[in-house]
């Protein structure tokens, strides 16, 4: 993103009368919220319909507008949480108990990080579970958390199950 602050300032500037300094200004606050605003289309595209279908357009819409209205320091602190479960992942799965203290830590990581995105009032350890459900049924999300090591999905839901 800064390059395209570098490499679109100077022209904003030159085509609005303004200081460099001020159109770098004015794109780096307009650019993250962009960069959200494309990716609830893109997530809209892949994920949109069965979403809606499962959860409603209500609780859909105000997940989107929840991301949406997120600050830059939230998304930064959203994208830290979600590199540490992965990473407490790991340590749970060489602790080999889904029901043990790294896969509370787990669990407890992975709710905070859902309600960092759920609407307000849409989390509970039920709601949670189904998730989980999903993860295994859902090849999109096998594939993604069996980048962190292979049976990641299953241990996953294992300790939501027992857990949440």
Known sequence: ???????????????MGWTVDE???????????????????ENEKTYGEETRAAYGDEVVDAANKKYLAMGEAAHLQAEELAVAINEQLLR????????????????????????????????????HKGLAEG??????????YEQVAPGATQFLRDAIRVCA
């Open 135 to 144: 993860y295994i049924s859902d090849e999109r999300f096998r594939a993604y």
């Open 23 to 41: 159109a770098a200004s004015l794109l780096g606050a307009v650019l993250p919220t962009l960069r959200r605003w494309r990716e609830v289309a």
């Open 92 to 127: 749970a799965m060489e602790a080999g108990d889904p029901a043990g203290s790294e896969a509370r830590k787990l669990v407890a990581m992975h709710a905070r990080w859902l309600r960092m995105y759920w609407p307000e009032g849409t989390y509970t350890p039920e709601a």
């Open 1 to 15: 993103m800064d390059e395209m602050i570098e490499d679109c300032a100077p022209r904003m500037a030159e085509a």
